[in-house]
């Protein structure tokens, strides 16, 4: 089996204050700390030992920034190496130092990267690019669809490699009229699959049957929004629940969640990147990606 893991520990600090986080400049505890290394550093040996000879890909998903902490960076490096791990990833704000990704197998690591701006400037954002760049390690670069950022999305997609996908988040809770969706999907061409909720019920999902979520105490779920078990990653008692299914939520409007409804067809989209938000083909700026008008309507 190809299954890909989306890890979350207990990790919920984080070193910025955007203001549309509830995570913002939040601290953990010393205990809260020594916690979530050691449920990380269990995850890690599960999957270096790889019970059921699977070969795997994990995106670490954390509420706060890893990479800021020395144990996550030590687990991207040591899972890299790992013959059965086809991709190792993580989301990332990019603003701790980045000389441990010399360490790690490029071929396997990868970043998504989200830029805030007003908690970094661009000129630093571009110089951390620039060392994954240097490095090669594949990554995407996003950020959140605020009407205040629109000029600099615009600045930042100009300023990236034209090789380096740079993704927009709609912000929740805003609307988009037609004019903004269209200003917003001239720099992220399949910004329309994350301007509406996706009507899920009903309807299958790779979630639970090659895609499941992970927490700390190794409970799985199918994904991050949907609270039933399928049972406990360490005893193993997870495998035999992964199966098609259809999914019970009314909608979906994460890219986490809706990347895996069959229906929409994105596994092919971003095939060979799914786990870093790295499409097959890097869409062309300004020209909607053929999906997107279908899109509109799911």
């Known amino acids: 089996m190809n299954l890909l893991m989306l890890y979350r520990g207990p990790l919920s600090s984080c070193n910025y204050d955007c203001p549309y986080c509830p995570f913002a400049k939040r601290r953990d505890s010393p205990e809260q700390l020594r916690a979530d290394r050691a449920a990380l550093d269990r995850f890690v040996d599960w999957t270096v030992a790889n019970p059921f000879g699977d070969k795997l890909s994990v995106l670490f998903t954390p509420w706060g920034e890893g990479l800021t902490r020395s144990w996550y960076r030590d687990a991207l490096v040591r899972l890299s190496h790992q013959p059965h791990v086809e991709r190792v990833a ?8 980045l000389g441990w990704v010399a360490e790690a197998d490029a071929s ?5 990267a989200t830029y805030h701006p007003g908690q970094t400037t661009r000129e630093r954002f571009l110089r951390a690019c620039a060392t994954l760049d240097g490095h090669g390690i594949r990554h995407s670069v996003g950020m959140v669809g605020l009407p205040e950022h629109l000029d600099e999305a615009r600045a930042m997609r100009a300023a990236l490699p034209a090789g380096t996908y740079l993704w927009i988040n ?4 805003h609307g988009y009229t037609a004019d903004e969706e269209t200003q917003w999907t001239d720099i992220d061409p399949l910004f329309g699959y994350s301007v509406r909720p996706h009507a899920s ?6 979630a639970g049957e090659t895609a499941v979520s992970v927490n700390g105490d190794g409970l799985v779920r199918r994904c991050h929004f949907l609270p039933e078990p399928l049972g406990n990653l360490y005893d193993g008692s997870f495998r035999a629940a992964l199966k098609p299914r259809a999914c019970p939520a009314t909608s979906c409007d994460c890219h986490i969640g809706y990347v895996h409804l069959k229906r929409l067809g994105l596994h092919e989209v971003f095939a060979g990147g799914v786990a870093e938000r790295i499409p097959a083909n890097l869409p062309t700026w300004g020209t909607p990606h053929q999906s997107i008008r279908s899109a509109a309507h799911l």
């Open 90 to 97: 993580i989301q990332t704000n990019l603003a701790g130092r």
């Open 108 to 112: 396997r690591l990868a970043l998504w």
């Open 170 to 173: 709609a912000a929740d809770g």
């Open 201 to 206: 019920a009903g309807h299958e999902c790779w």
